[in-house]
């Protein structure tokens, strides 16, 4: 036994064990790659765990394979595992029916109170006041024509503004972060529309004291005698003719068919829809176009 031990002194018998313990079957050349040592340390320290009666050796051709026996796996778990932890009857390691159902019970009250508690930090997010955003030249009047118009393409407002579509996105980005502003899509073109705190910011900061709140957009007039006073009247034919022909067709068909540039059309079709001549889809994030039943028939009449 003090041979033994003395030969369990040097690392590589240890290290050698270890190994053949935990992957059973090794090559020699795997082993020697796996503890940096060479093929002949591997040899000459496994011809001893050999005699030792640990572990048995088999050549194949070439290839020296090394297979750990019962014998040394029992040594290395003897002296070099900790003990095993005692083990729990099965009647007191199985949990109890009455306490998972408590669990399960305690579980769903906290889930419970985590959804409540978020969606009272969403309203109170929603209602809490703004931090200053940086005020560029151009904010109020952003902050005013998103407010008139409700929705405009970034190349309308723009336009409106006298500045490159580009300026115009980095000043629009800035309300976005801060929440004033938000950001959406109309087939290839951006729009902007003032959020729930844009509007209750210019609100405050620009109606008069008694005008708390925006007036209600008119009733649109249903009118069989004309058609609608917002949208030239060729256009308005050209519009439904199409329309007439297509069905449901996306904006940009529909300026292609007319040779009209997008905003143009865009902002005749939405003076339609609002006199209820013209219907809305959105399929995938693009929106597509139809007559509705009142311009059905208002076209079959002055066709």
Do not use: W
Not at 40 to 62: H, P, S, T, W, Y
Not at 124 to 153: M, S
Request: with cysteine; glycine share 6%.
């Amino acid at each position: 036994m003090d041979t033994m031990e003395s030969l369990f002194e040097r690392k590589n018998f240890l290290n050698l064990l270890q190994l053949l313990y935990q992957e059973k079957t090794l090559r020699q050349k795997d082993i020697a790659e796996a503890l940096g040592i060479s093929k002949g340390v591997v040899c000459l320290n496994m011809n001893e765990l050999d005699a030792l009666g640990f572990i048995q050796q088999q050549k194949e051709g070439r290839c020296k394979t090394y297979r750990l026996l019962e014998k040394g796996a029992e040594y290395y778990e003897a002296n070099y595992l900790p003990p095993p932890e005692p083990t729990v009857p099965a009647a007191e390691a199985a949990p109890r029916s009455d306490s998972l159902t408590g669990i399960l019970a305690q579980l769903t009250k906290s889930l419970a109170e985590v959804e409540a508690l978020a969606k009272a930090l969403r309203a109170q997010q929603e209602t809490a006041p703004r931090p200053p955003v940086k005020q560029g030249r151009h904010f109020d009047t952003i902050l005013r024509l998103l407010y008139e118009n409700q929705t405009l393409l970034k190349n309308d407002l723009a336009a409106r503004l006298g500045i490159s579509p580009g300026n115009t996105f980095l000043h629009v980005k800035r309300m976005i972060e801060a929440g004033y502003v938000e950001e959406g899509r109309d087939n290839i073109s951006r729009t902007y529309r003032l959020s729930p705190a844009g509007v209750r910011y210019y609100e405050e900061h620009h109606l008069p004291p008694g005008q708390s709140a925006k007036p209600p957009l008119p009733e649109p007039k249903q009118s069989e005698e004309k058609p609608v006073t917002v949208v030239n009247a060729r256009n308005f034919a050209n519009i439904m003719r199409v329309l007439n022909e297509t069905g449901y067709i996306p904006l940009s068909g529909l300026c292609a068919r007319l040779d009209r540039p997008h905003g143009n059309v865009y902002r005749d079709m939405q003076n339609l829809i609002l006199e209820g001549f013209v219907t809305k889809k959105t399929v995938k994030h693009c929106n597509y176009y139809a007559l509705s039943d009142q311009g059905r028939e208002y076209y079959e009449k002055i066709s």
